[in-house]
Every structure is written in C-alpha cells, then in structure tokens.
C-alpha cells in the first residue's frame, strides 16, 4: 500500500525558500499524478500544486503561481515543492497527495511557518 511521508518544513523568514519532499514507499510513484495541498489554520485545506506522472503538465494555485516550483525525482520515489519568496500567507500544514480511483492517499503533513 502507498505511503506518503513529507519533510522539509519548518520556520522560514519572509522572502525566503524552503523545499519539501515526499517520500513514497509501498509502490512506485511513477504510476500517479501528484498533488501538494496546504491548510492554514481556520480555512479548509486547499489545492497548492499537482504534476502528471512525468511533470510534464504542472498546475499551480494563483497564489503560488511564480514561486512554487512542483517536481519529482521517479528514480528516488520522491516528489518535491520549492518555496521561493515565501510571503507569511504561505504558513500552514502541507500535505502531498495521490489520488487514484479507488482512494486518495495522504502523508501526515508537515508545518511551514514564515516569520521574521
């Protein structure tokens, strides 16, 4: 079975960059679109960014649109979000995601805070 674990997080001053991976074991990621969502606390979880199976369509959120960078490295199982610019909106808990047609799978979430 598919499992999602994220790392990467933690506290990031405004303007600055942070990348985020997660790590798949149980099956090969190669096989599945990918997603980044996020959830601030107080708002419902929202869509961040998702990659077809070779990254060669890539879908961002207009509020990311130009800082994130969505990728996957298949050799290591791997897929990746680059935080540039970081703005203190960006704070929340990010999850990646797989969906496929009988379930969608989750990591557990990691915490990204941006504060000076």
């Known amino acids: 079975q598919l499992q999602l674990v994220e790392s990467g997080g933690g506290l990031v001053q405004p303007g600055g960059s942070l990348r985020l991976s997660c790590a798949a074991s149980g099956s090969s990621l190669d096989r599945y679109a990918v997603a980044w969502f996020r959830q601030a606390p107080g708002k419902e979880r929202e869509g961040v960014s998702c990659?077809?199976?070779?990254?060669?369509?890539?879908n961002y959120a207009d509020a990311v649109k130009g800082r994130f960078t969505i990728s996957r490295d298949n050799a290591k199982n791997t897929v990746y979000l680059q935080m540039n610019s970081a703005k203190p909106e960006d704070t929340a808990v990010y999850y990646c995601?797989?969906?496929?047609?009988?379930?969608?799978?989750w990591g557990q979430g990691i915490q990204v805070t941006v504060s000076s």
């Open positions: 995601n797989v969906a496929t047609i009988q379930r969608a799978y």
């Open positions: 990659a077809t199976t070779r990254s060669d369509v890539t």
